[in-house]
């Protein structure tokens, strides 16, 4: 992190983002909504990997806030489904709401080198759970305690973090959900982790409004990589992309574990 905050300064001198860190944001945001575009998901995940190079995790938490709240809003869509789809998957959304909360009073906002190796480390677990392509089937009645159990992990995984796939994306897979279901049930899932998030960031003064005001900002540059991404998803093989996907991760993740120790 070192070398990217000495090249490219984060503020200018009036306090604001510097020009150079916009286009840089504004490229990551691109790039991770093409992601999520082609593959489902990958947004947050993406942009957490990249802007942590250029700021700390908690700075770029925050940015992520708003473009992440209103595609998995979207990806929520239709939202007459998501009632019933609660049946399945609610008490794994308290779970994440505790989980968060209970991170974000234990731990405060994701900063320093531990938050660093916790996010590489995260990265590197859900890269490599993606390579193997193993999935496990999880039965009715074990749902009843995996749900918030898996769930609290994930808000407590997102408050160290700022990441909230791992352990949630491989439990809704498990669960056996028509495709269009998974989808959705990672949206509302994605929903409730971002809101959770920002109301961790807010109560460890880690969500400054010009930090809002960008985020609302990043956006658009996010709507146009999925777009971009739902284009490429027509052309390209998406197991492949997954590969190249996931071995990035690996990369980024290791990176931060390294640069942070």
């Not at 609610?90 to 405060?108: D, E, V």
């Not at 390209?236 to 290791?254: T, Y």
Request: aromatic share 10%; with cysteine.
């Amino acid at each position: 992190m070192d070398f990217f905050t000495e090249h490219f300064p984060i503020f200018n001198a009036n306090g604001a983002y510097s020009v150079g860190t916009l286009v840089l944001v504004t490229t990551v945001f691109i790039l991770a909504g093409a992601v999520k575009g082609v593959v489902g998901l990958g947004l947050p995940t993406i942009s957490m990997a990249l802007l942590a190079l250029l700021m700390s995790p908690a700075q770029a938490a925050a940015l992520l806030v708003i473009p992440s709240l209103l595609t998995n809003i979207w990806q929520m869509r239709p939202f007459d489904a998501v009632p019933p789809l609660l049946r399945s998957i609610g008490t794994m959304q308290i779970g994440i709401f505790a989980g968060t909360m209970m991170g974000a009073w234990l731990l405060g906002a994701p900063a320093g080198d531990a938050a660093g190796v916790a996010l590489g480390v995260a990265l590197v677990a859900y890269a490599c759970w993606g390579l193997t392509g193993r999935s496990i089937v999880v039965s009715p009645a074990a749902r009843t305690w995996m749900g918030p159990l898996v769930g609290f992990a994930t808000g407590f995984i997102t408050a160290a973090t700022g990441v909230f796939v791992v352990p949630a994306v491989p439990y809704l897979q498990a669960l056996q959900l028509s495709r269009d279901r998974l989808i959705q049930a990672m949206g509302v899932s994605f929903s409730v982790s971002t809101i959770a998030l920002a109301l961790g960031l807010w109560l460890n003064h880690s969500y400054a409004p010009g930090a809002a005001g960008v985020s609302l900002l990043m956006l658009i540059p996010a709507l146009m990589g999925m777009s971009l991404g739902q284009s490429l998803r027509q052309r390209l093989p998406v197991a492949h992309f997954k590969k190249v996907f996931f071995c990035s991760l690996i990369v980024l993740g290791l990176y931060q574990v390294a640069a942070a120790v």
